[in-house]
């Protein structure tokens, strides 16, 4: 189904089977790895998923038989499956240190997993792969930082008001869900979501209160764009915090929410060091939680947690596929400054993105960026921006933009 799409991770990953023995090309289910692994193969290269009852059991059995292979690459489709072939694997590619023999995708962090013993350390490379960006559904290049550390915003950019970037956010980016609409694109994530808790959690920890676990991810839904509280998040469960914590990260780990940390690097003493949470789709998201455009027209604060959720999605896809030139962070202090986020490029550079769903902008909403400009950011280059839904990007002073929401897109 993503056929369609240019992934921006493919040349990544073809590099790195140039490069490395093992490449793990990780992310949600749904979002488009095997389609990307097999776009990759070619005839001289096996094919094997572990979905398949019968090829599940014989890795089980004998995971040294499983993992030999003559062609050129094996791929290996939800590798977390069977854990135990990752010490096979770890052997063959000891004693054959040719790059590219295998290509793994996994739903889940298998890092993360219990029944991992392996890691494959210096031996392997993993590529994150998100559900689309719109920039893929529109065939558009990961191209938004390159202009905006250099503060070029003279490109050419589909315009969207705040209706329109509303609509790009219930979408969200899962393939199949993108080709839906209304109800049956909600009834895809619902069905999503329970397939996720009734098989694939069970290969990342022992669930005793299934029931618990479904609220907890719709009241991570509510969460996303918060700071991370699990004393709160936890209140209405009747479970101990040790568990709620672990529900949490077993849900990370099938990368279904993240944590975006705190941006510290300062001498600056009343900086907060919380994290926030984030829902991994804007669209999963919305139909958790049965948020619909009618309901949300007048309810800002759902208008802003669903745009900022979508943009950081958005935001996040970008840096992944820029092979590890940018960090992304949010910042707030104990006066309650805050920056939506904080992007750090790796010569220290950095960007300043608050997200603003009104269609109109003003000197105001550049209070915080402007203090952090001058107070934080020291000898570091910034710049600040706001993205709002409005059609022209806008100069509030010294390195200060407002910047319509399509420029996230460069034509």
């Known amino acids: 189904m993503t056929d369609q799409y240019p992934r921006w991770q493919k040349h990544q990953v073809q590099y790195a089977l140039g490069k490395r023995r093992v490449v793990l090309l990780a992310g949600a289910r749904q979002c488009g790895k095997t389609t990307l692994a097999k776009k990759l193969s070619s005839s001289n290269d096996t094919y094997r998923t572990l979905d398949i009852q019968s090829f599940r059991e014989a890795a089980e059995i004998d995971p040294h038989e499983f993992v030999h292979h003559t062609d050129t690459t094996m791929i290996i489709d939800e590798v977390q499956r069977v854990p135990s072939l990752l010490p096979a694997i770890k052997k063959v590619v000891d004693d054959d240190t040719r790059p590219g023999q295998y290509l793994l995708t996994g739903s889940a962090n298998i890092q993360a997993l219990p029944s991992v013993r392996e890691s494959l350390a210096g031996r392997i490379r993993k590529v994150r792969l998100r559900p689309l960006a719109q920039g893929e559904i529109l065939k558009r290049q990961p191209k938004f930082f390159e202009h905006a550390f250099q503060q070029s915003f003279d490109f ?23 080709l839906l609409e209304g109800k049956d694109r909600q009834q895809w994530h619902q069905d999503y979501i329970e397939a996720l808790l009734e098989r694939d959690l069970q290969d990342i920890t022992r669930i005793q209160r299934r029931e618990a676990m479904v609220e907890l991810v719709k009241i991570l839904a509510a969460w996303s764009s918060k700071f991370m509280d699990i004393s709160a998040i936890g209140s209405g469960l009747s479970i101990r915090r040790p568990t709620v914590e672990s529900y949490i990260n077993a849900l990370e780990a099938l990368y279904l929410v993240e944590k975006v940390p705190a941006w510290v690097r300062t001498d600056y003493a009343r900086v907060g060091k919380q994290k926030k949470l984030f829902f991994a789709d804007s669209g999963l998201m919305s139909s958790l939680l049965n948020w619909r455009a009618e309901n949300l027209r007048f309810n800002s604060y759902r208008i802003g947690k669903l745009i900022e959720t979508f943009v950081f999605n958005e935001l996040s896809a970008q840096i992944d596929s820029n092979n590890g030139e940018y960090n992304i962070f949010h910042y707030r202090d104990r006066e309650q400054r805050e920056i939506d986020f904080i992007v750090e490029r790796e010569d220290e550079s950095l960007l300043g993105v608050e997200v603003k769903a009104s269609s109109s902008i003003g000197r105001n ?5 402007t203090w952090f400009r001058e107070n934080v950011a020291g000898h570091r280059p910034f710049v600040g921006i706001a993205l709002y839904s409005g059609e022209i990007p806008l100069s509030f002073g010294k390195n200060l933009w407002g910047i319509p929401f399509g420029m996230l897109w460069p034509q």
């Open 156 to 178: 050419k950019f589909d315009v969207y008001n705040r209706e329109q970037t509303l609509q790009l956010a219930f979408r969200g980016g899962f393939p199949e869900a993108v």
């Open 365 to 369: 909403d550049f209070k915080h960026l």
